[in-house]
């Protein structure tokens, strides 16, 4: 290579690597610069997000079809025993463990007095809450649990300070309960600060939710437990009535009102705010939001938002909303009118109502005052529902604890103990474990490459930079990939090479040249996520560090995982080199990082690479179970609930001990490595 043509690639490389989807290096767009654009591609970069959504779609209309084949009250109790048993079935390693309640402090206020309560909803696992009794009551009162959305103050906060003390002005007991990773409940405290070291609530909940999906459950257990243990607590208390049990919130409080009251059949009444939607119109909107709010895979398991009133027909519950939400309106329309079928066949057709109110995701008074009528009819608790000024306190003064947290004031458990504790390791026979492997990944293989279609190609002197798109039968995106190759050669030599930067990462690396000079053809993608197929408009509550957990809860919810999707992608470009490489014994791997979980994942079900090096492969997946502070970027990679079964090594295991070559380095290193890597397919050749 003469010292124009090094000037050139480095030239083309940096740019390709500084301006990452510059058109003219784009697969998408025609060859020498043009500005022409495949039009049938334009949104090709949320591959990703369609993959998820359009198998969730599948799962959810086979759940509207069968929804509409139940008819009369047995074949009811019979869909909800069913889906009850599949959804909470995770819950039954928890037990009510003592709940060594006490009372930490009181405030009287001239109509109520204000408890302030902590118990261990598990053993060292503390929930703090106050609990709001009104001095003229009914003996004993009906009692309402309040459950706070995603605000750091909880249930101190202005707007649910001010129902809460409606309702208790109209005569109902209220406990106003701390979330995990809220008020005085941070799992993630900064001592020095009194603040997350993560972030606001719904990056606690990330944060802790990616890794009990680690385990093969999902946060929304340990919300779901903590509700369920609030009951408990109420019905030790001999003002309350346990026949009177309701329970509320908005936003994240109505996601956990909804849950708890679906599960947890002693609530009575329900009425969650500004949450209820559908799946479909969740997917179709702002997408799957922080951990709690997506049940381990509930899509896949024939769960959708009406469920959270089916498992309770007939109790009385209303769905309060509000007409621009971003909770569409239209899922909590279509929710409303699905609900209706089975409380009509259980002759309750009244106690499911619904209430619209104009206002975007926000408390309305008219919402407000639904909600206070709706507690007084079916809490046999009658009075005047028109809301009243109330005086608010501030909000170190409703603090349970000493400190404001119950971290830094008694030294609590938190959910990354809970994971530990609860988390459970079985060893499966080698079949049996690739069954596993292909049920929790979510793994089909069932793309066929139907075109490869060349879109133009970079000249330098002694190579070329062949572009092309891969379309497959499913029609859900077109495959980038670019082939670098000596110029007037026939390759004997096939070298696929990932990065979790895609193809730009390839093309700025000096071992690309090295490899070119040696004579192997260069294959690599941008596979769903990355590069040209990297949705740089998508966003959501649970990125951490730019790591974009939303769609791992995405794909959880509908049965499939990061690893697993990617591996499918993969499956489509080794269709390509098939296709192209007339001999099997002469493909190699070189996989980088994170990427051999995807690429591993493949590899145990189909392996055509002759030779495979991974360079710098994450560190057993058991690590992140005893990491506090994992790393988000390895743990995108991590398929939810494999942490019981397998890890990166077993998926290792199942290839031949000669053909894998394991390197680590750092960036001090690079060069030894490159060499060391050159060397090994060097001497892997077959003869």
């Not at 279509?334 to 499911?352: D, P, R, W």
């Not at 082939?483 to 000096?510: A, D, F, P, R």
């Not at 591993?600 to 030779?611: E, G, R, S, V």
């Amino acid at each position: 290579m003469n010292r124009y043509s090094v000037i050139l690639f480095i030239a083309i490389l940096v740019s390709i690597y500084t301006t990452g989807q510059e058109k003219k290096y784009s697969v998408f767009h025609s060859n020498q610069g043009e500005d022409a654009t495949w039009l049938a591609y334009s949104n090709n970069q949320e591959a990703l997000y369609k993959t998820i959504s359009e198998e969730a779609y599948r799962l959810l209309d086979k759940r509207t079809n069968k929804i509409a084949t139940i008819e009369g009250k047995e074949q009811w109790l019979a869909y909800r025993e069913n889906l009850r048993d599949k959804m909470f079935s995770s819950l039954d390693k928890f037990e009510k463990t003592p709940l060594n309640a006490r009372i930490t402090g009181t405030i009287e206020r001239e109509s109520y007095t204000v408890e302030k309560i902590l118990f261990e909803s598990h053993p060292g696992f503390f929930v703090t809450g106050c609990l709001f009794i009104p001095k003229e009551r009914q003996e004993p009162a009906p009692a309402v649990i309040y459950c706070s959305g995603h605000t750091e103050l909880a249930f101190r906060s202005e707007t649910y300070q001010n129902v809460i003390l409606n309702l208790v002005a109209k005569g109902f007991i209220v406990f106003g309960l701390d979330p995990i990773g809220q008020g005085e409940r941070l799992q993630y405290l900064d001592t020095e600060t009194g603040k997350s070291k993560i972030g606001g609530p719904t990056k606690e909940h990330t944060f802790a939710g990616v890794q009990t999906l680690f385990t093969g459950t999902s946060l929304t257990d340990y919300f779901i437990w903590d509700g369920v243990r609030t009951v408990d607590y109420l019905l030790t208390r001999k003002e309350a009535d346990p026949k009177r049990i309701g329970i509320t919130g908005r936003s994240g409080g109505g996601t956990q009102s909804a849950m708890i009251a679906a599960y947890d059949q002693r609530i009575f009444a329900a009425a969650p705010e500004c949450y209820i939607t559908n799946f479909k119109r969740l997917l179709q909107s702002i997408g799957p939001q922080d951990a709690e709010q997506n049940p381990f895979n509930a899509i896949k398991l024939g769960f959708d938002h009406p469920d959270f009133f089916h498992l309770r027909a007939p109790k009385p519950s209303i769905i309060i909303t509000t007409t621009h939400d971003f909770f569409s309106q239209q899922g909590a329309r279509e929710t409303f009118k699905e609900v209706q079928k089975s409380y009509e066949a259980f002759g309750s057709l009244g106690n499911i109502q619904m209430v619209e109110s104009f206002g975007k995701h926000e408390s309305t008074k008219q919402n407000r005052e639904a909600l206070y009528a709706f507690f007084q009819h079916h809490l046999n608790n009658p009075g005047n529902s028109s809301e009243i000024e109330t005086k608010l306190f501030q909000p170190e003064e409703l603090w349970v604890t000493q400190t404001g947290q119950i971290q830094s004031s008694f030294k609590g458990k938190t959910t990354f103990q809970l994971n530990q504790k609860y988390s459970t390791k079985t060893k499966l026979p080698p079949e049996r474990m690739k069954e596993k492997i292909r049920k929790l990944s979510g793994i089909k293989f069932d793309m066929r490459l139907t075109s490869a279609v060349y879109t133009g190609k970079i000249v330098a002197e002694t190579f070329d930079i062949e572009k092309y798109f891969l379309e497959n039968d499913k029609n859900e995106y077109a495959l980038p990939v670019l082939m670098l190759k000596k110029q007037n050669t026939n390759s004997e030599k096939y070298l696929v090479w990932l990065n979790s930067e895609g193809k730009k990462y390839i093309l700025n690396s000096g071992l690309a040249k090295e490899f070119i000079k040696e004579g192997y053809t260069i294959i690599t993608a941008d596979l769903p996520g990355m590069g040209e197929l990297y949705d740089k408009e998508f966003s959501g509550d649970g990125y951490i560090r730019g790591v974009p957990f939303n769609y791992t809860f995405g794909a959880h919810l509908a049965g499939k995982s990061i690893p697993g999707i990617t591996a499918e992608a993969l499956d489509l470009l080794m269709q390509f080199v098939t296709k192209i490489n007339k001999q099997n014994n002469n493909t190699f791997a070189l996989v980088d990082n994170e990427m051999a979980s995807p690429f591993l994942h493949f590899t145990t079900f189909k392996n055509p690479f002759f030779k495979i090096q991974l360079v710098n492969p994450p560190e057993l997946n058991a690590k992140f179970l005893e990491t506090e502070y994992y790393n988000p970027k390895l743990a995108y990679w991590i398929v939810p609930g494999s942490l019981n079964y397998y890890d990166l090594e077993s998926l290792i295991s199942f290839l031949p001990d000669e053909t894998v070559n394991i390197s680590h380095t750092n960036d001090s290193e690079i060069k030894p490595i490159n060499s060391t890597v050159l060397k090994f397919f060097k001497e892997s050749l077959p003869e």
